[in-house]
Structures are given as structure tokens and as C-alpha cells.
């Protein structure tokens, strides 16, 4: 395991033990930085080693060490001397990672999740430590801009650690409080994986798969929440395409155009199994009725009345879109520009590539030749990730070439 694959792989896993052990999220970034900067130095020469997390964790374990004697050499904190007299007295494990009690993970996501905290700002937090994700990556998930997010995350660590929140999974009486708020944040770190907002792959599956199997436990930790089954359903129904999803290219490939046969059947199976018993004894609620469009999107009338009912429910630019996106399928290209255009008109997702990326698709599908690649150049300004982009020019190119031909 190379250090970027590590990184990638294990950001969150082992962020969450070195908040946990210094009780700080400056703190630890900053010491899990320094380690990872010492990886890069010294295992091209000295090789790798037998347990490369456990390397990291005890190495970011003495950068913090260091940082803590450094500040306590040139200002009077008494938090940093507090700190630096825990770390040195507690024992290290051979295995940090694998030795801590359940699961870091969670614990890290309710922690950022706690009601005095504003949701914006918690669902920040995790998604900035849990996920690794850069302010940028954040700010864009959040269409804000990169000052407004840097404060929040900010205000939200300052929070935490001045009103001395607990590193802990909350007792049952508090856990419905901090639902709501677990389950978008866990949901926006599969969305994450699903389709990353930049980078060189369209998918990054080690988010998903994380988000996949957090929300399983909160499925176990709250069975009679229906959302939290829902939600994992939505979720496994989504990755159960993922083969499907990416050409050979590294493109990503239309719901349309995906070989179905390279769907996961179980998994779908599994999804829908959860999606019915969750509409059944919970109702509509908003991750159940995704995961409903979800199971039954083959059926493009179907799911452009789910999408309705989501929509008078749940409405937000996001759902308008996706809903625009199935009554094109259901009703024609036509319909669902004009959904476009009035969504477009209030401006609410004005620096989100996929509209402008979705409405170009639908002047494509009406052969509107022109006016799809003036709006497939609109898009790609806004595109993040590489393989995004390359799709878009690939579709701006075959409609230029079009143009050309029509034009004569």
C-alpha cells in the first residue's frame, strides 16, 4: 500500500483515533499532515512498513508531541500542557487502529453532529474529517464560496473544543436529535464517492463504501428509524450500478446507455427489500422516497411522479433538477427543458455544472445542435473532476460536429 493510496483509503479511519486521542481536530490534521510528510520522506528508502496505519498513528501521535512542547515553550496554554501530559502518559498500541472500541468513525460523526452545533456547519465538519475533502471540495458540495465555508469550519472546531463536546456516541435518549443531521452528512459523503466533485475518477469507491457501511450500523443502532433503513437503501440501490456507471475510458456512461446485466442483482435485491419494508412502516419520507425512484427508475413514468411527490415534500434545487431530469424521461426532452429553464430562471444553482450539463443534454436529445454546444460550454467552466469534463467535451464536440453538418 503506497502512501496515496493510504491517505485515500484511510484519511477518515485514522483521523478519527487521533481526535479521539488528543482531543483536538487543529491538532490532529495537522500532526496526521506532518506523518504523512514523514511517509513520503522516508519509506522510497527505508521501505515500508509491516503495519502502515499503525505507523502513521503512532508517528502523528509524536508530531503532535512536538507541536504541543513547541507552543508550550512560547505561550501559556494550559489546554496544550493538559494535553501533552495525557499523550505521554498513555501507553501506545501496536496497532492503535485496531485496538479502539467500536467504531471510530461514528463516534467522529456525531461528535461533529451535535445539536449546538448549525447543521451546515456539522455536516462540514465530517465531511472535511471524515472524508478528508479540502474546503474547496466542501465549498462546492455546499454552492458557497470558500471564505463562507473556511469560517464555518472554523467556528464549528472553536465550538467543539471550547464548549468541550465529548468524543462519543450520545446516549439513546439524545440520538433522535442528531438523526436528521447524521443522516445528511453520511449521505453526502456517499455523494461524494458517487460522483466526486473533482480529482481524476468519477467514482471514489472507498467513499462509498464507507458511507455504505455506516449507515448499516445506524441501521442496527436505530432499527425503529425508518429513515436511517431508507437511506441505506437509497444508497446500496445507487451503488448497485457502479460497474455500469464508468466506461472503459473512465467516462462516466448514461443511465440509459448502462448494461444492465453488469448491475449487482443482490444488492439491488437487498436495497429493495429495505426500501419496502421502510415505506411500509415509516411512510414517505425523504431518503425513502429517493430510494423508491431509485428501485423503479427503469420505469420512467413511475419515477417521474415520485420525483412530484419528493418535490412538494422535499423541495429544493437539487430535487427540481433530478425531478426535471425523470419527467424528460417520462414526458420527452421537451417537458423537461421547459422544467429547466423555470429552475434556471430563480437561479438557485447557478454555479452547479450539472444543470447547465443536464439542459445541454436536452437540446442535444431535440437536435438543437447550437444553442446544446453554447450550453455544453457553459458547463465545463464549473466541472471539478477530469473525467466529467472530458464527457462533456466529448458531448460538446459530437454536437459542434452536428452543427457544422446541419449548417451545410
Same mark, same amino acid.
Given at each position: ?10 484519511? $477518515? ?9 488528543? $482531543? ?46 513547541? %507552543? ?32 471510530? %468513525? ?25 472524508? $478528508? ?213 430563480? $437561479? ?61
Amino acid at each position: 500500500m503506497d502512501v496515496e493510496r493510504l491517505y485515500r483509503a484511510d484519511y $477518515g479511519r485514522i483521523l478519527a483515533t487521533l481526535i479521539r486521542l488528543l $482531543g483536538d481536530f487543529d491538532l490532529a490534521e495537522e500532526a496526521l499532515q506532518d506523518a504523512f510528510a514523514a511517509a513520503l520522506e522516508q519509506w522510497p528508502g527505508e521501505g515500508e512498513p509491516a503495519s502502515p496505519r499503525a505507523w502513521i498513528v503512532s508517528t502523528a501521535r509524536h508530531k503532535a508531541i512536538d507541536r504541543l512542547r513547541h %507552543r508550550t515553550r512560547f505561550e501559556d496554554k494550559r489546554a496544550a500542557l493538559e494535553t501533552l501530559a495525557t499523550l505521554e502518559e498513555s501507553p501506545v498500541s501496536s496497532d492503535p487502529i485496531e485496538s479502539v472500541v467500536t467504531d471510530e %468513525r461514528l463516534r467522529l460523526v456525531f461528535t461533529c453532529c451535535h445539536p449546538s452545533l448549525a447543521v451546515d456547519a456539522q455536516i462540514a465538519l465530517t465531511l472535511r474529517s471524515l472524508c $478528508g475533502l479540502s474546503t474547496d471540495e466542501i465549498a462546492r458540495a455546499f454552492l458557497v464560496s470558500v471564505p463562507t465555508m473556511a469560517q464555518r469550519l472554523v467556528r464549528a472546531k472553536q465550538k467543539i473544543r471550547d464548549a468541550r463536546i465529548p468524543y462519543r456516541i450520545p446516549p439513546d435518549e439524545q440520538l433522535p436529535e442528531r438523526l436528521e443531521a447524521v443522516l445528511r452528512t453520511v449521505y453526502l459523503v456517499f455523494n461524494e464517492g458517487y460522483a466526486a466533485t473533482s480529482g481524476d475518477t468519477v467514482v471514489r469507491r472507498e467513499l462509498t463504501a464507507e458511507a455504505i457501511r455506516l449507515g448499516r450500523v445506524l441501521s442496527e443502532l436505530m432499527p425503529d428509524r425508518t429513515e436511517a433503513r431508507a437511506l441505506l437503501a437509497l444508497m446500496l440501490l445507487h451503488d448497485a450500478r457502479r460497474e455500469a456507471r464508468i466506461s472503459a475510458n473512465g467516462e462516466p456512461v448514461p443511465l440509459e446507455e448502462q448494461d444492465h446485466r453488469r448491475w449487482d442483482r443482490a444488492q439491488i435485491q437487498e436495497g429493495l427489500t429495505l426500501v419496502k419494508s421502510a415505506l411500509r412502516d415509516g411512510g414517505a419520507g425523504f431518503y425513502a422516497l429517493q430510494a423508491a425512484i431509485v428501485a423503479v427508475h427503469a420505469e420512467a413514468e413511475c419515477a417521474a411522479r415520485l420525483y412530484d411527490l419528493l418535490a412538494e415534500r422535499h423541495s429544493s434545487p437539487v430535487v427540481e433538477l433530478n425531478r426535471a431530469a425523470a419527467v424528460a424521461m417520462a414526458d420527452g426532452p421537451a417537458r423537461g427543458l421547459e422544467l429547466l429553464d423555470a429552475l434556471e430562471s430563480r $437561479g438557485g444553482l447557478a454555479d452547479y455544472y450539472l444543470l447547465p450539463a443536464a439542459r445541454a443534454d436536452l437540446l442535444r436529445r431535440l437536435g438543437r445542435w447550437e444553442e446544446a454546444a453554447a450550453t455544453y460550454r457553459r458547463a465545463l467552466p464549473l466541472v471539478a473532476n477530469e473525467p466529467e469534463r472530458r464527457f462533456l467535451e466529448r458531448r460538446l464536440a459530437e454536437v459542434e460536429s452536428k452543427s457544422r453538418l446541419a449548417r451545410g
